[in-house]
Every structure is written in C-alpha cells, then in structure tokens.
C-alpha cells in the first residue's frame, strides 16, 4: 500500500502511529541524502580524526579510542549506505592481496570461490543470475597481481572502489556468496536468524542478505568469512562500560569454520581484516 | 498511460543487455506457465500475458504486464505495471500500479522477470476477493502526471499488504 494514502483511507490508523511512521520515514531519506555525500570509501584517516567526532561527546567513547590508538593507526571510512561491511570487507581484502602479493592466498580463494559458484549451482541458482558479479571478483583479484597488462596500483583500486559500476557489483558478489553459504548451511544458520528475525532462512536471505542496501549484522560476516575462509577481526566501539568503571575494548574474530576445524586449534589466527564496528556501521581499521 | 513511455529512457548497459538476453534465451527454453511473452525486438521492454490460474478468482482472464528495464539492471529493479485494465486486486491500482515489495525495496539481482512474474501470477492465485486497495482514488489521482511506481514511497505492512 502507498505510504501517504494508507493514512487517510484506514479509519484505524490512529495519528500517533502515522507520526512516528512519518518521521521514520524522513529520518530515512535524511539518512540517504547525508550517506550519499560520503563517497563508498574514504581516505586513510589518523585515529585522532575519529577522535575529533567525539570531542564534546561521550568520555567513555574517548577513552576507547584511545586504547585504539595503542594498537592502530588509522580508519577508512565507508559510506553509511547499508553495504558498508561488504564494502569495508572488498577493500580490505583486496589491498591486502594487492600488498602482500600473496600467490598462495589467491590461489586458496579461487577455489572457494568455485565451491561458492557449485553451491549457488546446486541450490537452483540459474548461473546467468550471479555469473557477472562473480567474473567482476575474479577479475578485480586478478588486477590487483602485479606484473601484468591489467594490473592496478593502490590509487586505481581505491578508484574502482569509489566507481559505482565496480563497487556496487563486488558487494552483490559477496552478497550471492553470503546467501549460497547461508542457505547451504541452513541447519547451522537457522537458530541465530530466528534470534534476529521470525524469519525462515528463505525469508532472511531474500529479504537481509540478496537486497542490495540490506544492513550485515554477525549471521553475514560468519557466512562471508566461512564462504570464503577468510577471518575478520571486528572491534567494537560503543558506550558500554564494565561494572568497575574500567573501560576496555573488546572485539571478536570470526575464524572461518575451514580455519578452525583443521586441528591447527592451537595456532593463533591473526586476521588481516579488522573492521571498526560503531552501532549500525562499520569502517576500516589499520593495525600498527 | 504508461508512465515509463513520459520518461527519458537510457539505453541499456552492456551488462543488462547480455543478462536480458540470457534471460530471453532462458525464458524461450523453459517458458513459465500461465505466462506468455510476446516477442518483439524491444530488450527494454517485455510485455506478458498472464493468464489467471485455473480455479482462482481469475480463471480465464488475460491481462497485460510491462516490464521496463532500467539501464543498470539487474543491480536497479525493473519498472512492473499491469497495462490498464488491471485486475481487480486488493493490492493492484487500477492505473496497474503493484503493490509488492520485490518491485521496489526487497529487489535483487538474484531476482529473474521469470521470478517476478510468477509472484505476481501468485499474488492474484491466492486473492480471496476481487477488490481494488482503499486508498484506489487518491493514489492514482497523485500518479497523473505519469509518476512511475518506483517513485512511491510504498509502505508494506505484511505480506498481505
């Protein structure tokens, strides 16, 4: 039903609600119009520019960012546009690859990424639906190899970042993947969506993971990272305190399930990808 | 009074183009039932039959989608109107506006037409009265300067809505 309409037409609409759905609404687009002044991917920023964002603001969020500060030396930001993690997640890895030029890794990615496209196969998926989005991945980890035609430097891969046409459809592909792993693994993931949602697993990735724009929360960076067995290191930044008064920073892994199951559980996994997670939006974070 | 027609209308990309044929090719090879594509030369806009299931509301009845194509899609959905007249639905305008959230926020790529038309075809298969949504008048009354669908700001209340 039409927003506006509904309003004037359901004699049970009562003006309380029609308020709070009104201004949800504006606060939306208001959203969308300040997110598109951000570009997809910022530039390397010092941590005391995230610090600058909470100078009169709260002690607490002060403090943490200065335990940050011990252990990383910058933030880049992404735009607040919903696909943020995917976003953040592309990037990091991709300028990982593009600065260790690590042969071996891209050769193990390759492969998960040809399970991914036979899960997507054996699901139903017909292959027209996911077969670019999956050749513009390949094609972007293949540019950031040097020594090649097609290579890129640093600068062009922060461009194609930035390019709607390159960005937007890496997102889609690690979106597809997120699904495939999802719905393949549905048993697993079933509880922790009925936690989030009421929704069915069906429902949850047609509705949380395939949109573009849909917001990731732990169900999605646990089915990338798995899908694809790379780990992500996630530092959370919030108002939380302990009881004591003592205020720390906690973050969590996500070990990709081929990572953790292989006997090698006392090896310490230490993720390349650490992104900074403040309540609905995450950023990029640099390690000293 | 299709309203795409009032629009200027960019060409395809390479990447819509290549997916719309594929889907065509696709479509030819497995046509859905019930639905029935009209072959023309026009990518960018398909226009199908849909014939009302049998056993439903609207058992032998015929009616008319069209289906414009944006330049970027598959990544932007595609406009989807019933060609007036439109059936009677709770959630069908009868300026063939559709009330249906994959048409507008809940679209993705993973989406097809093919998967599109058959939740359409689904939506009218489990109406239980042939109706038009309440706010019919004044909704179609705002969409007279050719307003696509695309621009409403719909608000989906369940899946009944």
């Known amino acids: ?288 | 009074m299709t309203s795409s027609s009032t629009q200027s209308r960019k060409v395809l990309s390479k990447i819509a183009q290549n997916r719309l044929q594929k889907e065509l090719a696709e479509w030819q090879l497995n046509p859905p039932p019930g639905l029935k594509h009209k072959i023309t030369d026009n990518l960018q806009r398909w226009v199908i039959d849909v014939s009302g299931a049998p056993g439903t509301l609207y058992a032998n009845e015929t009616y008319q989608l069209q289906v414009d194509f944006p330049e970027h899609y598959p990544m932007e959905a595609p406009q989807v109107i019933f060609v007036p007249p439109a059936p009677l639905h709770p959630h069908i305008y009868s300026n063939g506006h559709i009330c249906l959230d994959i048409l507008y926020d809940s679209w993705s790529p993973a989406m097809t037409v093919n998967s599109i038309c058959i939740s359409i075809l689904s939506m009218l298969s489990s109406s239980t009265s042939k109706q038009r949504p309440p706010d019919n008048d004044r909704y179609v009354k705002n969409c007279r300067n050719g307003r696509s669908p695309k621009e409403t700001r719909w608000w989906f209340h369940d899946d009944k809505a």
């Not at chain 1, 011990?70 to 930001?77: D, L």
Request: hydrophobic letters at 35%; proline letters at 3%.
């Open chain 1, 1 to 288: 039903m039409e927003k506006q309409e509904e309003i004037n037409s359901n004699p049970g609409a009562d003006w309380e609600n029609f308020r709070d759905d009104d201004i949800m609404l504006q606060h939306s687009a208001i959203r969308d119009e300040q997110a598109h002044k951000i570009l997809f991917l910022g530039d390397k920023e010092p941590l005391s520019a995230l610090a600058a964002e909470y100078q009169s603001g709260s002690s607490i969020l002060l403090e943490k960012i200065k335990l940050l500060d011990e252990k990383y030396c910058a933030i880049r930001r992404t735009r607040g546009d919903g696909n943020c993690f995917f976003r953040s997640f592309m990037f990091s890895y991709l300028e990982h690859i593009l600065e260790t030029q690590d042969k071996a890794e891209i050769d193990r990615v390759k492969v998960n990424v040809e399970e991914c496209r036979k899960t997507l196969q054996s699901l139903g998926y017909a292959d027209f639906t996911f077969e670019d989005f999956f050749a513009l991945f390949l094609e972007q980890l293949e540019s950031v190899v040097q020594g090649a035609d097609a290579s890129i430097s640093h600068d062009e891969l922060v461009e194609r970042s930035r390019d709607q046409s390159i960005s937007d459809y890496v997102v889609m592909f690690f979106r597809f993947v997120t699904s495939g792993e999802i719905r393949k693994r549905s048993e697993f993931f079933e509880p922790f969506i009925l936690g989030l949602t009421n929704a069915t697993v069906d429902q949850f990735c047609k509705s949380s993971v395939e949109p573009m724009g849909e917001e990731s929360d732990h169900v999605h960076i646990t089915a990338l990272s798995d899908a694809l067995g790379v780990p992500v290191r996630v530092v959370y930044l919030d108002n939380s305190s302990c009881d004591t008064g003592g205020v720390s920073v906690n973050h969590h892994d996500f070990v990709p399930c081929s990572l953790s199951n292989d006997g090698s559980s006392g090896l310490e996994i230490n993720p390349y990808i650490t992104l900074l997670y403040r309540p609905g939006h995450y950023d990029i974070l640099y390690p000293k």
